[in-house]
């Protein structure tokens, strides 16, 4: 395998994708939503149903399973063999469909989690944490569904807050939330289950990356998003420790990463067309991370089965897989690079 700072161009390159022809009624069904890889399988998540994918040959990709679903919703979460889909008749989300895909083959729905109106979701030991923007707090639903407020957050502004892009992550004890805007905040549980607000740090300048992503398990904290990547040492949860920001010089960064011996790489989207974006960041040994190198990714725009081209194609996933990359774009699907030097 290329070292990935010595990555010089990702060339698409063919990949076959075996799925029978489906039958929609609207443009809006081909779109792609999040996505999430395991253990060679991929789920994406689509307007009104999911997929389940084998990814085992990333040259070609095979559709195991459609499961319908209704019009509505977008994050999911996955714990053992259970998928958790945040969802939404209206404009909110009020309800967590909960399936079961141990049959890959045959995922099958267990149960509708009624809840308040939620921004985000997190999953642990099923039990669900949520930010709801009516209640305005974080909310803990026990698996007999049983509600919460275990972080109230009534002080904090409703447009910049939560009609922003605001996250959620957990740890052991710890709550982590990030906002757009508002900045990163901890909370530590205690003993009457409740949170206690502990600290807060807020860039001076610009918008805090969303997506939290763990670089070493409860001390090195990643955040993901904009056109940077910030690393976190969170050990003193009471004097967070921000490192100098590794900019990408772009639109937007995927709120995921790729990690190989050292070297991290982040993919995204530059320019008024949405052309994909690599870069690969490297860990310092006195803490933090820096641009190394930003291969160049040669990509045609693809024209959709319906003969309507749409320029470029936001990310919603990616899988690194040896020399390959496998990037999902919103609008056209799957992507394949194969990297020189």
């Given at each position: 395998?290329?070292?990935?700072?010595?990555i010089?161009?990702?060339?698409?390159t063919?990949?076959?994708i075996?799925e029978?022809?489906e039958i929609l009624?609207?443009?809006?069904?081909?779109?792609?939503?999040k996505?999430m890889?395991?253990?060679?399988t991929?789920?994406t998540?689509?307007?009104?149903?999911f997929?389940?994918?084998d990814?085992?040959?990333?040259?070609t990709i095979?559709?195991?399973?459609t499961?319908?679903?209704s019009?509505?919703g977008?994050?999911?979460e996955?714990?053992?063999?259970?998928l958790?889909?945040?969802f939404g008749e209206?404009?909110?989300?009020d309800?967590?469909?909960?399936?079961?895909?141990?049959?890959?083959?045959?995922?099958?729905?267990v149960?509708v989690?009624?809840?308040?109106?939620?921004?985000k979701?997190?999953?642990e030991s099923?039990?669900?944490?949520?930010?709801s923007?009516?209640?305005k707090?974080?909310?803990k639903?026990a698996?007999n569904?049983?509600?919460t407020?275990i972080?109230?957050?009534?002080?904090?502004n409703q447009?910049?807050f939560f009609?922003?892009?605001?996250n959620?992550?957990?740890?052991g004890k710890?709550?982590?939330?990030?906002?757009?805007h508002?900045?990163f905040?901890?909370?530590s549980e205690?003993e009457?289950?409740?949170?206690e607000?502990?600290?807060?740090?807020?860039?001076?300048n610009?918008y805090l990356?969303?997506?939290?992503?763990w670089?070493?398990a409860?001390?090195?904290?990643l955040?993901?998003?904009n056109d940077?990547v910030?690393?976190?040492?969170?050990?003193?949860l009471?004097?967070l420790?921000?490192y100098k920001?590794?900019?990408i010089?772009?639109?937007e960064?995927?709120g995921?990463?790729?990690k190989r011996n050292q070297e991290?790489l982040?993919v995204?989207n530059?320019?008024a067309n949405?052309?994909?974006v690599?870069a690969?960041?490297?860990q310092?040994e006195?803490g933090?991370i820096t641009?190394s190198q930003k291969p160049k990714?040669?990509c045609?725009?693809?024209?959709?089965?319906n003969g309507?081209?749409?320029?470029g194609?936001p990310v919603?996933g990616?899988?690194?897989?040896?020399?390959?990359l496998?990037?999902i774009?919103?609008?056209?699907?799957?992507?394949l690079?194969?990297a020189?030097?």
């Amino acid at each position: 395998m290329i070292k990935l700072s010595n990555i010089n161009t990702y060339t698409e390159t063919p990949i076959q994708i075996i799925e029978p022809e489906e039958i929609l009624e609207h443009d809006v069904e081909r779109d792609f939503g999040k996505s999430m890889f395991f253990d060679n399988t991929l789920i994406t998540r689509h307007t009104n149903r999911f997929k389940i994918w084998d990814v085992t040959d990333i040259t070609t990709i095979k559709l195991i399973s459609t499961t319908p679903l209704s019009w509505g919703g977008g994050q999911f979460e996955k714990e053992g063999n259970l998928l958790y889909l945040a969802f939404g008749e209206g404009f909110g989300l009020d309800q967590i469909l909960v399936y079961d895909i141990s049959d890959l083959n045959n995922p099958f729905k267990v149960k509708v989690i009624e809840v308040p109106e939620f921004i985000k979701f997190i999953i642990e030991s099923g039990i669900i944490y949520l930010i709801s923007s009516t209640e305005k707090a974080v909310l803990k639903v026990a698996e007999n569904h049983e509600t919460t407020k275990i972080i109230d957050l009534s002080n904090e502004n409703q447009t910049m807050f939560f009609d922003t892009e605001t996250n959620i992550s957990k740890s052991g004890k710890n709550i982590f939330i990030t906002s757009r805007h508002e900045g990163f905040y901890v909370y530590s549980e205690l003993e009457n289950n409740k949170y206690e607000f502990i600290s807060k740090d807020k860039p001076a300048n610009g918008y805090l990356p969303n997506d939290m992503q763990w670089l070493v398990a409860d001390q090195e904290m990643l955040l993901i998003g904009n056109d940077n990547v910030v690393q976190y040492n969170v050990t003193n949860l009471n004097k967070l420790k921000r490192y100098k920001a590794a900019k990408i010089k772009t639109k937007e960064i995927y709120g995921a990463y790729a990690k190989r011996n050292q070297e991290l790489l982040v993919v995204g989207n530059t320019g008024a067309n949405d052309k994909f974006v690599v870069a690969v960041l490297a860990q310092q040994e006195e803490g933090g991370i820096t641009l190394s190198q930003k291969p160049k990714v040669e990509c045609k725009i693809k024209k959709p089965s319906n003969g309507k081209i749409v320029k470029g194609d936001p990310v919603v996933g990616f899988l690194l897989k040896d020399d390959f990359l496998l990037i999902i774009g919103r609008n056209n699907g799957f992507f394949l690079f194969k990297a020189t030097e």
